[in-house]
């Protein structure tokens, strides 16, 4: 008897991959049905190819039609869970992005595969089945879009890919697991703070991500200025903090009108404005820089790629991050 119904959306990405002899090299290749496992017990599962490519070659664009199909699914209430299979490279940038951007309760649930599908012993089957159990699963409704992988339930808005190879890719940090799929089912074990949402029709396509390092110069930030990007991200080091020459280009920029985020390097932990000499936190913020909470930067720039398309304006736009 069918009680529940799950669609995989394929996108490609390593759970995908074979050995293409013309490339010399591994690429996504297998169809959404290739993959499929067997489903849980009651669960129909459709499934749809969306995309079929690596994820480094998935962009906003690519999220962006995502959101709306996932959006168009759980209007017409064809099923009661979705699937995303999705390369981890990057899989947390296309979880956040939806996360922010499908306000309809459905569980959205992303996995991909480390090892290639050709390879000994892949981990893509595992990782499916959990996946399709997280989905179909009631106890997933209204907790935003999740990330499964290696048995692990990760939240979206605190998961980071941690390592290049190893079967346990995925961290969430500070946050700590939402969740484990086991032997026994689907187990959650803490909720998650509720945040606006945003169902985005359109994102703003010039936002830029500049990196701070020791000594280096701020000819990045002095770019996005001459090609009048409309928002900037920077990624600091410690609590948000950049050297002088950043500090100049960044009040630079905001005397343009440019929007200015800054998150940190680190890991775990948050953006502070506490250090006041130029380019410190405190300074940034007298600039009227916007402090990005504990989000790295690939998701502080789809957040204001976000909010800008929404026609946030600066103070809607600070709230909007403060969440974060």
């Known amino acids: 008897m069918i009680e529940r119904r799950v669609h995989i959306l394929a996108t490609g990405g390593t759970i995908a991959t074979v050995y293409r002899p013309d490339l010399q090299g591994?690429?996504?290749?297998?169809?959404?049905?290739?993959?499929?496992?067997e489903p849980p017990p009651g669960v129909e599962v459709t499934v749809e190819d969306f995309l079929r490519v690596n994820s480094t070659y998935i962009t906003p664009q690519d999220m962006l039609g995502l959101?709306?199909?996932?959006?168009?699914?759980?209007?017409a209430k064809e099923a009661d869970g979705i699937v995303v299979t999705h390369g981890t490279s990057t899989m947390e940038?296309?979880?956040?992005?939806?996360d922010v951007t499908v306000p309809n309760p459905i569980p959205v649930v992303l996995t991909g595969a480390q090892r290639a599908a050709v390879e000994p012993f892949p981990d893509g089957p595992a990782n499916l089945s959990a996946a399709l159990e997280a989905a179909s699963?009631?106890?997933?409704?209204?907790?935003g879009t999740l990330l499964v992988f290696a048995g692990e339930i990760h939240a979206a808005r605190s998961v980071r890919k941690e390592h290049t190879s190893n079967l346990k890719a995925f961290s969430s940090g500070d946050a700590g697991l939402l969740g484990q799929v086991d032997p026994g089912g689907v187990v959650y074990f803490r909720d998650i703070e509720e945040t606006r949402k945003l169902a985005a029709e359109a994102v703003e396509e010039k936002v830029d991500l500049v990196s701070f390092a020791a000594g280096i110069d701020a000819?990045?930030?002095?770019t996005s200025i001459?090609?009048?990007?409309?928002?900037l991200v920077v990624e600091g080091v410690g609590m948000g903090n950049v050297n002088e020459a950043f500090y100049r280009d960044?009040?630079?920029?905001?005397?343009?009108?440019?929007?200015v985020v800054v998150v940190s390097r680190s890991p775990n932990g948050r953006v502070l404005p506490r250090y006041g000499y130029a380019g410190g936190g405190a300074s940034l913020a007298r600039e009227g820089v916007i402090f990005?909470?504990?989000?790295?930067?690939?998701?502080?720039?789809?957040?204001?790629?976000i909010g800008l398309g929404a026609g946030l304006k600066e103070p809607e736009l600070a709230e909007f991050f403060a969440q974060y």
Not at 250 to 259: D, L, Q, T
């Open 93 to 98: 940038e296309t979880a956040f992005f939806l």
């Open 137 to 143: 699963s009631p106890l997933s409704r209204g907790r």
């Open 26 to 37: 591994l690429a996504a290749g297998l169809s959404g049905q290739e993959l499929m496992v």
């Open 226 to 231: 001459a090609r009048k990007a409309a928002g």
């Open 67 to 75: 959101s709306r199909r996932i959006r168009a699914i759980s209007a």
């Open 250 to 259: 960044i009040k630079a920029a905001r005397e343009r009108g440019m929007v």
């Open 292 to 305: 990005g909470g504990a989000l790295s930067a690939a998701k502080a720039r789809l957040l204001l790629m």
């Open 219 to 222: 000819r990045y930030v002095e």
